[in-house]
């Protein structure tokens, strides 16, 4: 349990005052923005974000109480808060939510102060918000897959190739170019790789899908032999549960009231789960998966050409592409990070690791391998 709030006899401490106007400050920010949210949604989901608005402001009169006098002014939230709600904005939706989700678990492992139930309802918040987030995370999962691979793809190959290059101390038109080359490459592999895939994958969903001519075969089935149960068990269903399900349907075509209405029953039970819909949705298309691994593996594969389109030459050039890259690695890795649910900074060191070790063995290589040609 929680300390009860300070006794008036009892100042609270500088850095408890400083941490109490944090939580403030982070409780107005979360409410704001699942006011703001709300503004975006419609139904039940604006419902819920409202009801989520007045628990945060709740907790906020929480710490108003506890401060007193001390609330004024008015804190201001964490540098790394009012960051993340500006891109919350440019990014849209899919981006606030995640950036709350990752509000609310930050919140309810905060353990300085906070009463036991209000850890317990941000637990929960973190859970809701999840749960909001599903349905755009899926809706984004296709496309948004190729685009964070085709631009990782784009910074870490060209960056790899154009330092190999350079090492050799080949001239920097050589270098120019070979980047170049490298990005148109790289951009139609991606497209025509994500196009085949996107393709194979909506066959492989397509041949799982119930024929939609199978109902109209089974009012001439034999129905002693009852062949129906079979795809019911094929389905999953128990061997006494199939008998009945098939049972069901051959009572509802056998009067002769139900007219359509048997005929109806007969392609829902055949229909197949319902858990399969929307499953192409989560694919994509092949058209823009295509498009956006293309786009997005050339703005990638940008990056390292940037220093040799200025003109730059040698090691500065080297050194400069490998900042601007870094700092692209970094970027794309938090907010993979971020659109997960996760903590940032551990992905995107890990993407910056994973692009400079590309790198660093391709510019050993063209060390190694070095020419004087100039």
Same mark, same amino acid.
């Given at each position: 349990?929680?300390?009860?709030?300070?006794?008036?006899?009892?100042?609270?401490?500088?850095?408890?005052?400083?941490?109490?106007?944090?939580?403030?400050?982070?409780?107005?920010?979360?409410?704001?923005?699942?006011?703001?949210?709300? #503004?975006?949604?419609?139904?039940?989901?604006? $419902?819920?974000?409202?009801?989520? #608005?007045?628990?945060?402001?709740?907790?906020?009169?929480?710490?108003?109480?506890?401060?007193?006098?001390?609330?004024?002014?008015?804190?201001? &939230?964490?540098?790394?808060?009012?960051?993340?709600?500006?891109?919350?904005?440019?990014?849209?939706?899919?981006?606030?939510? $995640?950036?709350?989700?990752?509000?609310?678990?930050?919140?309810?492992?905060?353990?300085?102060?906070?009463?036991?139930?209000?850890?317990?309802?941000?637990?929960?918040?973190?859970? *809701?918000?999840?749960?909001?987030?599903?349905?755009?995370?899926?809706?984004? !999962?296709?496309?948004?897959?190729?685009? =964070?691979?085709? !631009?990782?793809?784009?910074?870490?190959?060209?960056?790899?190739?154009?330092?190999?290059?350079?090492?050799?101390?080949?001239?920097?038109?050589? =270098?120019?170019?070979?980047?170049?080359?490298?990005?148109?490459?790289? +951009?139609?592999?991606?497209?025509?790789?994500?196009? =085949?895939? *996107?393709?194979?994958?909506?066959?492989?969903?397509?041949?799982?899908?119930?024929?939609?001519?199978?109902?109209?075969?089974?009012?001439?089935?034999? *129905?002693? !032999?009852?062949?129906?149960?079979? =795809?019911?068990?094929?389905?999953?269903?128990?061997?006494?549960?199939?008998?009945?399900? %098939?049972?069901?349907?051959?009572?509802?075509?056998?009067?002769?009231?139900?007219?359509?209405?048997? %005929?109806?029953?007969?392609?829902?039970?055949?229909?197949? &789960?319902?858990?399969?819909?929307? $499953?192409? #949705?989560?694919?994509?298309?092949?058209?823009?998966?295509?498009?956006?691994?293309?786009?997005?593996?050339?703005?990638?594969?940008?990056?390292?050409?940037?220093?040799?389109?200025?003109?730059?030459?040698?090691?500065?050039?080297?050194?400069?592409?490998?900042?601007?890259?870094?700092?692209?690695?970094?970027?794309?890795?938090?907010? *993979?990070?971020?659109?997960?649910?996760?903590?940032?900074?551990?992905?995107?060191?890990?993407?910056?690791?994973?692009?400079?070790?590309? !790198?660093?063995?391709?510019?050993?290589?063209?060390?190694?391998?070095?020419?004087?040609? +100039?």
């Amino acid at each position: 349990m929680s300390e009860d709030p300070t006794p008036a006899d009892r100042e609270p401490t500088h850095a408890q005052v400083k941490r109490w106007r944090k939580h403030l400050a982070e409780e107005r920010m979360e409410a704001r923005t699942y006011r703001d949210l709300s #503004e975006r949604r419609t139904g039940e989901e604006r $419902a819920v974000l409202l009801q989520l #608005e007045e628990a945060e402001r709740r907790h906020e009169e929480y710490w108003l109480a506890r401060l007193g006098e001390r609330a004024l002014p008015a804190p201001k &939230p964490p540098l790394r808060t009012r960051a993340a709600a500006v891109l919350a904005q440019l990014f849209g939706t899919i981006f606030i939510l $995640a950036m709350a989700q990752r509000a609310e678990q930050r919140s309810s492992r905060n353990i300085d102060d906070v009463p036991a139930h209000m850890l317990a309802d941000e637990h929960i918040h973190a859970e *809701v918000i999840r749960s909001l987030a599903a349905k755009s995370r899926e809706a984004l !999962a296709g496309t948004f897959r190729a685009a =964070v691979f085709g !631009a990782n793809d784009g910074l870490v190959s060209n960056l790899a190739l154009v330092l190999g290059i350079a090492a050799t101390g080949i001239d920097t038109r050589v =270098v120019l170019l070979t980047g170049v080359s490298g990005l148109l490459a790289g +951009a139609l592999s991606m497209a025509a790789g994500e196009w =085949v895939s *996107v393709c194979s994958q909506r066959e492989l969903l397509d041949a799982s899908i119930p024929d939609p001519d199978a109902h109209q075969a089974v009012p001439d089935l034999d *129905v002693d !032999a009852n062949e129906l149960a079979l =795809v019911f068990r094929a389905r999953g269903e128990s061997a006494e549960e199939a008998e009945a399900h %098939a049972a069901q349907v051959f009572a509802k075509l056998a009067k002769p009231a139900t007219g359509d209405s048997g %005929a109806i029953a007969v392609r829902a039970a055949l229909s197949g &789960p319902a858990e399969s819909d929307g $499953a192409g #949705e989560q694919v994509g298309t092949p058209a823009k998966a295509a498009l956006s691994s293309f786009g997005f593996f050339a703005a990638g594969a940008f990056f390292p050409l940037i220093p040799y389109v200025l003109g730059l030459t040698g090691p500065t050039a080297v050194l400069v592409a490998c900042v601007v890259v870094g700092a692209a690695l970094l970027f794309t890795g938090g907010v *993979v990070g971020v659109l997960s649910g996760q903590a940032p900074a551990p992905r995107a060191l890990r993407q910056l690791l994973v692009g400079y070790g590309a !790198a660093g063995v391709t510019y050993l290589l063209g060390l190694l391998f070095g020419t004087t040609v +100039a």
